[in-house]
T-cell receptor, first 111, second 112 residues
């Protein structure tokens, strides 16, 4: 049972373009949605997060758009840089001690 | 300096053997977790502990046993190892119930 779905599985953009990573979920109890960035050989690291009471969260070049009614969210990476090349995980939590991760989107930014 | 220390970084084991994966966190967090990452199931939740007590267990097999000797330690004992157990095991921690996880660098386990 996959509670958090991500698409696309992989994405290639040119440097300077906006990368759009999509995520959807099934459990209405989820109210916290962090995005994690993972580089090869490292553990995931929190990039940006949003609570379900908000519909948008910005942090520099990174923006989350959240649609509670449709149970969808997306991560937009503006002005993509080669250093942004990594795997991005959408996650969801109902609070408490469990965070469920999607299968990830592998982003490649070509110079 | 890394705030979550996982040892060893790489581990090779033979089928049927037993190994212990070590995790220590120095972030002052009360909750600790184990996740497993493989090509088949990226970032699969295994266990969560808070104040050294088991909060959630999503691992069907009893071959996986967390061990918490101190509040900032959560080791993972794996018995009767199988090739299917080959994966990278990540330890993580968080402030109690806040959902933001901080991950270690992982232990890459290969079972031959």
């Amino acid at each position: 049972q996959q509670q958090v779905r991500q698409s696309p599985q992989s994405l290639t953009v040119w440097e300077g373009e906006t990368a759009i990573l999509n995520c959807s979920y099934e459990n209405s109890a989820f109210d916290y949605f962090p995005w994690y960035q993972q580089f090869p050989g490292e553990g995931p690291a929190l990039l940006i997060s949003i609570l379900s009471v908000s519909d948008k969260k910005e942090d520099g070049r990174f923006t989350i758009f959240f649609n509670k009614r449709e149970k969808k969210l997306s991560l937009h990476i503006a002005d993509s840089q080669p250093g942004d090349s990594a795997t991005y995980f959408c996650a969801a939590s109902p609070g408490g001690y469990k965070v469920v991760f999607g299968s990830g989107t592998r982003l490649l930014v070509s110079p | 300096d890394p705030k979550i220390i996982q040892k060893p970084k790489y581990l090779v084991a033979v089928t049927g053997s037993e190994k212990i994966l070590i995790c220590e966190q120095y972030l002052g967090h009360n909750a600790m977790y184990w996740y497993r990452q493989s090509a088949k199931k990226p970032l699969e939740f295994m266990f969560s502990y808070s104040y050294q007590k088991l909060m959630d267990n999503q691992t069907a097999s009893s071959r996986f046993q967390p061990q918490s000797s101190k509040k900032n330690h959560l080791d993972l004992q794996i018995t009767a190892l199988k090739p299917d157990d080959s994966a990278t095991y990540f330890c993580a921690s968080s402030q109690e119930g806040l959902g933001t996880l901080y991950f270690g660098a992982g232990t890459r386990l290969s079972v031959l």
